[in-house]
């Protein structure tokens, strides 16, 4: 395998899933349970070869997680020019450069190389608040990775529309306080929430994540699975969260 640079102030981070590992910076926004959580349930409707994009890939740790796990060819998109060249060393890190494409451009105006109505699956974790909410942070990747500066939810399941085939799925995680928002705009853009999972710290904490599966075109019918907690009352991980991870091979542990 050829010698991938890691640059000053990066980090290569292991987790523990079929030897995969992951450049990090220091000072840029790194993944979380939030991405793990995503990557699981979108995996469960990710076929062997199935075509799927994130967006917003960030680190790229979605992208490589699906075309690791589930054979999946992924195309990750990211706005941030020194974010994008970070994922696509992580790939290149993890010899994965025959399932993944990591891009850079703009969800608003896609690039070529994401053809629509070709996609089987769309994820992403997009900025979780409005540009109101709370002080933006010192670094602009951080900004705008948790702040809806370059992007909204409007434009995020617009480009989740365009990219997916009848039926496709979406795939998103986001925060409770934003679910009517989250809803109006997947349906505005013909995509009919289907699956919510609500993420809560543990067990009589309030919901502070919620992961949301939509079907393009898909008929009205919302389920809404059971709860899942992070931590159990030892103030460890969860059964179902282990479970989760297990299923991982330990991401994370």
Not at 39 to 44: F, K, L
Not at 99 to 106: A, M, W
Request: glycine share 8%.
């Amino acid at each position: 395998m050829e010698k991938v640079p890691v640059f000053q102030q990066e980090r290569v981070d292991n987790l523990h899933i079929c030897g995969l590992k992951l450049i990090q910076g220091e000072n840029s926004f790194r993944y979380g349970v939030d991405a793990v959580l995503l990557s699981w349930m979108a995996g469960q409707k990710t076929r062997k070869g199935g075509k799927v994009a994130d967006l917003g890939t960030g680190s790229g740790i979605i992208p490589i997680l699906l075309a690791a796990q589930y054979q999946a060819m992924a195309y990750g998109l990211e706005l941030v020019p020194q974010m994008a060249d970070m994922a696509q060393r992580s790939v290149r890190l993890n010899g994965l450069e025959d399932r993944i494409r990591i891009l850079e451009g703009d969800i608003k105006d896609l690039p070529r190389e994401m053809e629509p109505n070709t996609f089987d699956v769309v994820v992403s974790n997009p900025p979780y608040m409005s540009p109101k909410e709370g002080l933006k942070n010192e670094s602009l990747e951080r900004a705008i990775a948790r702040h809806e500066i370059h992007c909204n939810i409007q434009d995020v399941t617009a480009a989740a529309k365009r990219l997916l085939k009848t039926k496709g799925r979406f795939f998103l995680v986001h925060r409770p306080h934003r679910m009517v928002d989250v809803f109006c705009a997947m349906r505005n853009n013909g995509l009919e929430p289907k699956r919510l999972i609500l993420v809560k710290p543990a067990r009589g904490k309030a919901a502070n994540m919620m992961l949301v599966e939509g079907l393009k075109e898909g008929n009205p019918g919302l389920i809404v699975e059971e709860d899942l907690y992070v931590y159990g009352e030892d103030g460890n991980y969860s059964d179902q969260i282990l479970e989760i991870y297990q299923k991982k091979k330990g991401a994370l542990l």
